[in-house]
């Protein structure tokens, strides 16, 4: 089960919804992404902080290494 405490809350309170089948808390209104991996292994005011940046429009993905970008590329297709 992927239940990490208060983290799970912080990000499904602030409208994030966990996609099993990608590993992703994903909230298509403000365009970002977090990997469970990032989210394990950060704090729960580095996942704010990142929360709380200010987003150009384009997706932001959150992984504890950079995605290449035709990985970004066919995730921004999928989630639209």
């Known amino acids: ?3 990490f405490g208060t983290k799970d ?8 919804s966990y996609n099993f089948e990608r590993a992703l808390y994903i909230n298509r209104r403000l365009k970002k992404a977090f ?8 704090t729960d005011e580095e ?10 429009g384009r997706w ?6 950079e995605p290449s970008e035709s990985v970004k ?5 999928i989630l639209g």
């Open 47 to 56: 996942i704010t902080a990142r929360m709380n940046r200010k987003s150009d």
């Open 1 to 3: 089960m992927r239940r």
């Open 9 to 16: 809350q912080i990000l499904e309170e602030a409208g994030y």
């Open 60 to 65: 932001e993905f959150y992984f504890n290494s």
């Open 35 to 42: 990997s469970i991996e990032f989210v394990e292994d950060n």
């Open 73 to 77: 590329g066919a995730l921004e297709r």
